[in-house]
């Protein structure tokens, strides 16, 4: 019974994933009739003529638009953040290691902060000003940290998550000086660095998508890696996995995704964190169904959270306020029932 559940829970999981993406579109602060709503997706998704001529094309901006753009590039970023989390903690094998935890988080800030003092309206590729500096700012991070941490041909874990937190903190301290002498730039800066998808559309799903397509190819073509390295990477060397080569395809890989989505974004927390943990404790440390599950999971909790954020009060509140709100709790439980487990 048991093997059935497992051979279905992928299956489940998706279509759940979807029900969730189209229950969410249906939901939001504007009245939109469950019928109107139906008949406006059945048209645009199918082209299904289903008797369009008493909806406004208002109703129409708002579900085609405004809501399911954004659901669906909810789905995309807590899916990345999840399963970049899931790598980075299989990689370094620590379970407080989270997509940001090389700075890529601060150098996106910092490059954004950037962008928003010098006004910057430019777009390219789908991409404002602000989130091509954002995106370049977590790039050149991902490098210099490499670079520092680089001994030789190979990258140790500790050296590599040192200098990803004291670069971090240095970028950081950056920005704070400059939010300090920009003091009308500062609410901006920082509603920014609270992560939110208000005002996002289809041009910004477009340009995360093939990040996430890309790394959700890598990832799961590299599960069976992931594995032996858990067992430490003298003894995956033995078993013969090139610990160096694997290290670099998954650390730049997760890093890019993570980059992406965080120049549309901002910075969004608590999700690569959180939903690894969970999954894991659901499905067991396999990265065969680690990686999937923490794709499906983290995209349905994001997805959750933006329509919380969106739909509480009046004034929409940042996503990250309600990651955060949900996420640091749960954690704090998680590590509670860790102690009393004696792990």
């Known amino acids: 019974m048991k093997k059935k559940l497992k051979n279905y829970a992928l299956p489940l999981s998706i279509v759940s994933c979807i029900l969730i993406i189209y229950l969410c579109t249906l939901t939001g602060i504007t009245a ?28 129409m901006a708002i579900i085609w638009n405004v809501r399911l753009p954004r659901v669906v590039l909810a789905f995309l970023t807590g899916g990345a953040l999840a399963l970049c989390g899931a790598a980075y903690q299989g990689i370094f094998k620590n379970p407080m290691a989270d997509p940001y935890i090389l700075g890529v988080s601060s150098g996106a800030a910092l490059g954004a ?16 000003g602000i989130a091509l500096l954002a995106f370049a700012g977590a790039f050149l991070t991902i490098l210099l940290v490499y670079g520092i941490s680089r001994v030789g041909r190979k990258v140790p874990v500790a050296t590599l998550l040192l200098s990803g937190i004291a670069i971090g903190q240095s970028l950081g301290a950056f920005m704070s000086l400059l939010m300090l002498f920009n003091n009308e730039s500062m609410n901006q800066i920082i509603f920014w660095i609270m992560g939110s998808l208000n005002g996002k559309g289809w041009n910004q799903v477009i340009v995360v998508l093939p990040y996430v397509i890309i790394g959700c190819i890598i990832m799961l073509t590299s599960v069976r890696e992931l594995d032996i390295m858990l067992l430490g990477e003298e003894t995956a060397t033995q078993l013969g996995v090139d610990t160096e080569a694997l ?9 890019l995704i993570t980059a992406a989505v965080v120049a549309v974004t901002g910075i969004i927390g608590f999700v690569g964190l959180i939903v690894p943990h969970i999954v894991r404790m659901v499905t067991g440390p396999k990265h065969r169904t680690l990686v999937p599950f923490s794709l499906l999971f983290g995209g349905a909790f994001l ?41």
Do not use: W
């Open 32 to 59: 939109i009739s469950f019928v109107d709503a139906n008949k406006i997706l059945l048209n645009q998704i199918f082209h299904i003529n289903v008797g369009m001529e008493n909806i406004s094309e208002g109703a």
């Open 113 to 128: 902060a950037i962008g928003i003092v010098m006004n910057l309206s430019s777009s390219f590729l789908g991409l404002n």
């Open 247 to 255: 290290k670099k395809k998954i650390l730049f890989s997760s890093s």
């Open 303 to 343: 997805i959750l959270c933006d329509t919380i954020s969106r739909t509480l009060m009046s004034q929409e509140i940042p996503v990250g306020i309600i990651t955060a709100a949900f996420g640091g709790p749960f954690f704090v439980y998680l590590l509670r029932k860790r102690k009393q487990g004696g792990a």
